[in-house]
Each structure stands twice: as C-alpha cells, then as structure tokens.
C-alpha cells in the first residue's frame, strides 16, 4: 500500500500544480526548476502511469518476499522521485543529474528476478546507459561554452539559453545537440544506441517494463527536446531536422527488422519502443 499512497499522493500534486498553471500562478520554485509545456505534460503522463502501476504491484507483490517488496518499493519510489526532478529541471546539470540517477534507481528492479539473463541485462543496462549519459554530460558542457558570444553573464537554464539562443556560438550548440542525442538517445533507446532495451524490457517484470517504455523513455527525450528547442531558436531547424530524420528512419529499420523474427512477446514490445 506504500506504493500506492506515493503514487495517489505525486498524482494529486501533479494535477493540483496542473491546475495552479494553467490558471496563470506563479509556482515558487527555485532557480534550478521551472515548470513549461513539455516538462508538464511528461510529468502528468509519468504521474498516471506510475499511480495505476502501483494499483497492480499490490496484486503482484503479494507473492514476492518481503525483502523484494521493499526493494521494489523503494527503488520505485526514488525512481518516481528523479522522473519528476528531470520534468521540472531548467538546469542542464540539475537534468543530467537526475538522469543518471535513474539508471542507478532503476537497474535493482530489472535485476527482480534474480536470475543470471536478468543480471546480464542489468549490467548491460547500467554499462550503456551510462556511457550515454557520459556523452550527454559532454554535449551540456559544450552547451556552456556557447555562450561565450554573449555579453552579459547569465545563469546556465533552459530558459535563459533560449532568450539569447541568436547569439549562441553556432558551432559549439551544434555539437551540443549532436552530443546530447546521442547520450539522451541511448537512455531513449535510439538506434544504434538501443542495444540494453530488448534484454532489460524481456528479463523485467511487465510492471517495470512499463515505466521503462511508458515513463523513463519519455523523460530522456524531454533533454533532447530542450536542445531541439534551442536549436530551432538559434535558426538551426535545417540541422536538427536532419539529425532527426536520420535517426528516426534507422530506428525505425533496426525494429522493424528485428521484430519480425521475436518469439518473446515483451522483446517484441520493446523493439517497438525503439
């Protein structure tokens, strides 16, 4: 019942902190946090799903040790936790952070089974995942030292890069987004970065497999969407398009290719999350 009090009470302070916005009030939060569009809208979708997916752990933990229950308890509910800091974060470093830590939070629910592929997948996951967010790292780096051409000092948050994104150095934004896709795209699930997704989503319970594809995937491209946002500021849509495209249509070959022959029905849902 732990899981499910969170749950209800996140997605009623979620609606309540909706409903305060929409209408127009100011949210006192602080420098590193801002609410906008896209951040709301993840952390409403990643509210619902996690409050129904509470509602069925009570039915599936009932046959699990108490020990496990905890477990999945707690690492759920920090995972909750970070999902909700990357939705409202407006600092590049404060996102990264708790992107990163997601993969630290999440890896002990896709080892539930204690098994030696649900180790391996975890490994995998944790190996990747982090050597993706490594690069993220380096792209928000890159994104600092764009600002070298602007004039005054401001703060390093989204909101701010996106008022003076004209006078970002061209060069370093560009290897800002190029970094950031990749590294935020391998926690996504992009190809060819996707290769920890079919084993963790497979070797999980459905319920984690669920916040992964449902939740967690969306989180990461939230930090590609604040880069696209700056991008498409500075009047580089012609290049991010690009980059998009040629993502876009090899992720979707690799699924498609690799679909067709899965006997494993949650290795077919997440070659469809690719």
Not at 55 to 62: E, G
Not at 79 to 105: G, N, Q, R, S
Not at 107 to 130: G, N
Not at 226 to 246: E, H, K, M, T
Request: glycine share 6%.
């Amino acid at each position: 019942m732990l899981l499910v009090t969170g749950g209800a009470a996140q997605l009623l302070l979620v609606l309540m902190t909706w409903a305060e916005w929409q209408a127009g009030g100011r949210l006192s939060l602080t420098g590193f946090f801002a609410p906008t569009p896209a951040g709301m809208l993840v952390l409403l979708v990643v509210a619902f799903i996690f409050f129904f997916i509470s509602c069925y752990a009570v039915f599936y933990m009932k046959a699990k040790p108490t020990a496990e229950e905890a477990i999945f308890n707690g690492c759920s509910l920090v995972f909750l936790a970070l999902m909700t800091m990357v939705a409202l974060a407006d600092h590049p470093i404060v996102m990264w952070i708790a992107i990163e830590a997601t993969t630290l939070a999440s890896a002990p629910l896709i080892f539930m089974r204690h098994s030696k592929e649900s180790l391996e997948a975890t490994w995998k996951y944790v190996m990747i995942c982090s050597v993706g967010i490594a690069l993220a790292l380096l792209g928000f780096f890159f994104l600092s030292l764009s600002m070298q051409r602007v004039d005054q000092l401001l703060p390093l948050t989204f909101s701010t890069l996106a008022t003076v994104a004209p006078q970002l150095d061209p060069l370093w934004l560009k290897a800002a987004f190029v970094f950031v896709l990749i590294g935020m795209g391998t926690k996504m699930g992009l190809a060819p970065m996707h290769t920890w997704l079919p084993d963790a989503h497979s070797e999980s319970p459905a319920l984690v497999s669920c916040l992964l594809s449902g939740a967690l995937l969306n989180c990461a491209f939230l930090g590609i969407f604040r880069l696209q946002q700056l991008a498409l500021a500075a009047g580089f849509a012609d290049f991010s398009r690009d980059i998009f495209i040629l993502f876009g249509l090899l992720s979707m070959g690799l699924a498609a290719m690799f679909i067709v022959n899965q006997g494993d029905f949650k290795r077919m849902l997440a070659y469809s999350s690719v």
